[in-house]
């Protein structure tokens, strides 16, 4: 069996979901050498060499992997930051290995302008309404307010904030959600413009899904639709998260969706790469370059916002269920040959328990959390018992968490995620939420309405009425 060392750049469930199927690799001897942002207890069991980069700085990742040269024959990346920041650049420029994530000027995700102007060019069909607003040319604050109430009317108040950088100011605002007069909505707008250009944008009615292709530099092999839970509490309420869970149906397709609108999603895909690949060498969008989240109108489908990486908890769901040796995708890759993926039959539900403090949990249900357990450790003994009995059913993969004297303890963020593999989407949510009550400790906490056949059914027949709607306004 041939040997291959595999670098896996990694932060939570997504980059330990790669480690676990780079790690069951039946084509090759894989050696792992992962760089994470803390001590995953996963991670560092399947690894030859784990270090900690706290930051994921891009220097300290490539000077790594400069000493391993010899040992490390790929790698590939699961967070946004290090390919925002241009680690493939860094590393292929300093070392003669190679990297299976977009080129920094490819990382698109990294200005929310770039994105809204370059699908205006190649997919304006597919943008909502939007208007940027740079802090370089406001003078005048009473002016900037008239400009954006006037915006505000003409897209009747149903509006959305967005900075232009991940993670800047106070984030996505969305009106009916985070504010509900035009006051407001312009309190939440000046808090971004602080930090560089902000959009506003239509707000859309519809139902979302996510897209996502791995990319050869020729081709685009597209992945299962899945759909994703960003808000935090039940019935889509509460702030957007990193999201709390997501699906994905037995085939290609979700319960919601047609095949036209799939086939239009991936038109829509392939018109943006199509003009990417004009501005340069395409092999600079090798990886995951389009994780689209779409939202499903009565006027087709609009983007919301693409990612240049693996989508997280989406890969989750995709991961588990490919046939083909994941190691040997990555290979077709790197040679610029894969035309194609396949997938066991199988619906999966990724569910994660996070801790008290995420998602303003603690603020909105004070009486529910027990104090005194938010600082115990995890004990991930039942679920991993659970994941051995059901033979691979259920995976349970740590995230934000950290080994400290040999004991698990959960960080800020999402700590544990749970994956299922059913026959129907009802029996996969079944076992994943019997892994998930298998977590203890750490007062952790999930939403228990992912998946549930009362939110599915809400889908499709959201999705009936805007079809309706649209065949009214032809």
């Not at 390919?83 to 990297?99: C, F, H, N």
């Not at 413009?193 to 959009?199: A, E, H, M, S, T």
């Not at 309420?237 to 095949?259: H, Q």
């Not at 959390?369 to 993969?397: C, H, M, Q, Y």
Request: one cysteine or more; proline letters at 5%.
């Amino acid at each position: 069996m041939e040997k291959v060392g595999v670098l896996v750049v990694s932060y939570g469930a997504r980059g330990v979901a790669m480690i676990d199927a780079i790690h069951r690799s039946l084509e090759y001897e894989t050696k792992i050498y992962v760089v994470d942002r803390q001590r995953n207890p996963l991670s560092s069991r399947l690894a030859v060499e784990h270090v900690v980069v706290e930051d994921l700085n891009v220097n300290e990742i490539t000077r790594f992997v400069a000493r391993r040269q010899n040992k490390i024959d790929f790698g590939i990346v699961g967070p946004e930051k290090p390919i925002i920041s241009g680690l493939r650049d860094a590393m292929e420029k300093e070392t003669s290995i190679p990297l299976i994530c977009p080129t920094k000027r490819f990382a698109i995700e990294g200005s929310k302008v770039t994105q809204r102007n370059l699908f205006a060019q190649s997919v304006p069909s597919a943008n909502p309404r939007y208007r940027v607003f740079d802090p370089t040319e406001i003078k005048n604050r009473e002016k900037t307010k008239q400009k954006v109430y006037a915006w505000l009317t003409e897209l009747g108040n149903k509006a959305v904030v967005k900075p232009d950088a991940p993670a800047a100011g106070k984030g996505v605002g969305v009106w009916g959600d985070h504010f509900n007069n035009k006051k407001e909505l312009f309190d939440h707008f000046l808090a971004n413009l602080r930090f560089g250009k902000v959009i506003i944008e239509e707000k859309l009615d519809g139902e979302e899904s996510s897209f996502q292709s791995i990319c050869d530099g020729k081709n685009l092999v597209r992945l299962p639709e899945t759909r994703d839970y960003k808000r935090a509490f039940e019935d889509d309420k509460g702030p957007n998260t990193g999201g709390m869970g997501s699906y994905k149906g037995v085939d290609e397709l979700l319960p919601f969706l047609k095949r036209e609108d799939q086939e239009e999603e991936l038109a829509i895909v392939n018109r943006i790469f199509k003009d990417l690949r004009k501005k340069a060498d395409a092999n600079e969008l090798r990886g995951v370059p389009f994780y689209t989240a779409f939202i499903h109108t009565s006027d087709g489908p609009k983007i919301l916002e693409n990612n240049s990486r693996a989508g997280d908890p989406e890969i989750l769901n995709i991961l588990p269920l490919i046939k083909d040796d994941f190691t040997n995708i990555c290979y077709k890759v790197l040679e610029g040959n894969l035309t194609r993926i396949n997938f066991h039959k199988k619906a999966s539900v990724a569910v994660y328990k996070v801790p008290p403090s995420y998602g303003g949990y603690q603020e909105t249900y004070r009486e529910k959390v027990a104090i005194e357990e938010i600082n115990t450790p995890l004990n991930l003994k039942r679920a991993d018992l659970l994941e051995n009995r059901t033979r691979g059913k259920i995976r349970v993969f740590p995230a934000s968490v950290e080994l400290r004297d040999r004991r698990l303890y959960p960080l800020t963020s999402r700590s544990v995620a749970v994956v299922a593999i059913g026959d129907t989407i009802a029996q996969a949510r079944e076992l994943a939420f019997e892994g998930v009550d298998a977590i203890e400790g750490g007062a952790l906490w999930s939403r228990r309405d992912i998946a549930h056949k009362n939110h599915i059914h809400g889908s499709v027949t959201h999705m009936d009425r805007l079809r309706r709607k649209k065949i009214g306004s032809d």
